[in-house]
T-cell receptor
Framework: NAGVMQNPRHLVRRRGQEARLRCSPMKGHSHVYWYRQLPEEGLKFMVYLQKENIIDESGMPKERFSAEFPKEGPSILRIQQVVRGDSAAYFC????????????FGPGTRLTVL | KNEVEQSPQNLTAQEGEFITINCSYSVGISALHWLQQHPGGGIVSLFMLSSGKKKHGRLIATINIQEKHSSLHITASHPRDSAVYICAVRSFQGAQKLVFGQGTRLTINP
């Protein structure tokens, strides 16, 4: 039973390019969460999705960032026109939902913007 | 003031010592998580608590809901326990998202 999968593990982009980060939840999980860890900072919530729905995007920057979790396939976090400040580790977690709702984390994608 | 505060921020100890990491939070919660992040960066969920105490191997986690406080203990610490330990809470109002402490960097010397 594979855990949460994220790819790529490392991503290098130049300023102005687009970054697409993928997350495949654990089997049987339909809830996905994206978190960001800036260098030398703690983890911060970005967005919570269920299949085909964004439930809570209160942590997403208002511009350039978007997320989706389609009916088929992985969840995608998309960052348009990346800037150096977007360099961070992006973690995805998944859960089976209520009532237990323990979140299991993926290995993260480390984005470096040159 | 952060909703979740951990102490200490850094902790260095000798192999075999008993370790305690503390977490205080300021909101009503439905659950509290203890996570471990190794130098490679991956995050492992150690415990999820809503009351009382849980034990797994040499790790023990306790929570006092009335005092809004949790502790993570490591008995007979070992160099492989060296990592960053992170407390995270799921608040009633925040629905499902986690709010994280800044982490405690633990170093166990042989």
């Amino acid at each position: 039973n594979a855990g949460v999968m994220q790819n790529p593990r490392h991503l290098v982009r130049r300023r102005g390019q687009e970054a697409r980060l993928r997350c495949s939840p654990m089997k049987g999980h339909s809830h996905v969460y994206w978190y960001r860890q800036l260098p030398e900072e703690g983890l911060k919530f970005m967005v919570y999705l269920q299949k085909e729905n964004i439930i809570d995007e209160s942590g997403m920057p208002k511009e350039r960032f978007s997320a989706e979790f389609p009916k088929e396939g992985p969840s995608i976090l998309r960052i348009q026109q990346v800037v150096r400040g977007d360099s961070a580790a992006y973690f995805c977690a998944s859960s089976a939902g209520v009532p237990h709702n323990e979140q299991f984390f993926g290995p993260g994608t480390r984005l470096t913007v040159l | 003031k952060n909703e979740v505060e951990q102490s200490p921020q850094n902790l260095t100890a000798q192999e075999g010592e008993f370790i305690t990491i503390n977490c205080s939070y300021s909101v009503g919660i439905s659950a509290l998580h203890w996570l471990q992040q190794h130098p490679g960066g991956g995050i492992v969920s150690l415990f999820m608590l809503s009351s009382g105490k849980k034990k797994h191997g040499r790790l023990i986690a306790t929570i006092n809901i009335q005092e809004k406080h949790s502790s993570l203990h490591i008995t007979a610490s070992h160099p492989r326990d060296s990592a960053v330990y992170i407390c995270a809470v799921r608040s009633f109002q925040g629905a499902q998202k986690l709010v994280f402490g800044q982490g405690t960097r633990l170093t166990i010397n042989p």
